[in-house]
């Protein structure tokens, strides 16, 4: 087909569809409903998928030991920066630091928040770590020295935007100098706040809650090359069988099985809307057909071939479908770009719409799917109207 041909053809569609505007919007509005659920819910499952693993990823440490107790507790500080304080011996980090296949072993010593100890913010989480072992805040430093002093302190991102690098911080009755701030990480260690391991002990026992010495929170391990994860976790296992132990593929596991319980539901009424939306566009296209005969008799008698009828009828539904699956899009990614401010899990997990490559291939599979449905649909009638015999279609029109 020639570009003049399909230009004239496109015309001749666009005659018909604006003919019947207000029939036509409705089946625009069923595809348009279609593509846009079915955009959002990918958009929804590339963003959770892709936060969980990078959130796992951005902590540098191939396991991660908790109290046993609090694996889902510390899933939710990793995952959405919620505030937590939890513990266990020390004695367990000196116990599987040992172990001969670990490359690196670092921990964090979680304190009770800013709320209760500093009056400069209104949330955040007191993060002690030791500066010699360290390997999970250092590679995030955006600003400030190598080496933290007596008093100072690093803030994460989160607790930046607050704070900024000023003198006058407030921490559990202490005065502190905030002389470096951490990239954004999209994990808990945004909301952070970093003091050297040394200076826990200026910190009497009771403007720290329900520490103790002698406790840690939280265990980070890098693995030696080579060797497997599984192997080590076994060995820690062994070595304490009382600890939580998540792997980079367990942290979000939790997340993961409650997003495939909600795809599913995506699904169902994914297909309920694609049924809705082919059985629209068959009555449309129908009723077009039955109105339509003797234009299509005369047509058909003055030399049109069928095909040419069905390019037609067909350019019909394909504008119709292509309007309805491009506001289809927008609609999709402004749910979620909107709901991302108001619903936890998306705002958290930074389920945001932008323009990426894999964004706008996501906006172009859901469009494909909702104008291949709208063909489908309008097919049927469409064959049956074109191979009619012309001074038949007249005579019955």
């Not at 030791?130 to 995030?140: E, G, L, R, S, T």
Request: charged residues 20%.
């Amino acid at each position: 087909m020639t570009p003049r041909n399909a230009y004239s053809i496109i015309a001749i569609a666009w005659k018909g569809v604006s003919r019947k505007m207000f029939r036509n919007l409705i089946l625009m509005l069923a595809v348009g409903l279609l593509v846009g659920l079915l955009t959002f819910a990918m958009l929804f499952n590339k963003a959770v998928e892709e936060d969980i693993e990078a959130a796992s990823q951005r902590l540098g440490a191939d396991i991660v030991i908790v109290p046993s107790e609090a694996k889902g507790t510390a899933e939710e500080f990793i995952l959405d920066s919620r505030i937590k304080s939890f513990y266990m011996d020390k004695f367990v980090f000196d116990d599987i630091s040992q172990l001969p296949d670990i490359k690196q072993a670092t921990y964090h010593i979680y304190l009770n928040t800013l709320s209760s100890g500093c009056c400069s913010i209104d949330e955040g989480q007191v993060i002690v770590f030791d500066q010699d072992k360290d390997f999970v805040i250092a590679p995030w430093l955006e600003v400030g020295p190598k080496h933290l002093q007596p008093g100072q302190v690093y803030v994460g991102s989160y607790v930046y935007e607050y704070l900024g690098l000023i003198n006058t911080a407030s921490l559990f009755g202490k005065g502190v100098k905030v002389v470096g701030h951490l990239q954004q990480t999209r994990t808990g260690l945004d909301h952070g706040v970093f003091m050297r391991l040394d200076d826990l002990n200026k910190i009497s026992p009771e403007a720290t809650g329900g520490y103790k010495a002698g406790k840690i929170s939280i265990i980070f391990i890098k693995v030696k090359d080579g060797v497997s994860t599984d192997k080590v976790v076994a060995d820690i296992r062994r070595v304490n069988p009382t600890v939580g132990v998540m792997t980079r593929g367990d942290i979000g596991a939790d997340v993961r099985n409650t997003l495939g319980d909600i795809i599913r539901v995506f699904s169902i009424t994914i297909l309920i809307s694609s049924l809705l939306a082919l059985l629209l566009a068959w009555s449309t296209f129908t009723v077009l057909a039955n109105e339509r005969r003797r234009e299509v008799g005369i047509l058909r008698a003055i030399g049109a071939h069928q095909i040419h009828i069905m390019k037609i009828f067909l350019a019909e539904a394909l504008l119709i479908s292509s309007m309805g699956g491009l506001a289809g899009v927008l609609i999709g990614h402004s749910l979620i770009h909107y709901l991302a401010k108001d619903f936890s899990l998306l705002r958290t997990l930074g389920a945001v719409s932008t323009i990426t490559a894999g964004n706008i291939t996501i906006g172009l599979i859901a469009m494909g799917v909702g104008i291949v449905i709208c063909l489908v649909g309008a097919a049927i009638p469409i064959l049956r109207l074109a191979r009619m015999e012309p001074l038949l279609a007249i005579k019955d029109a």
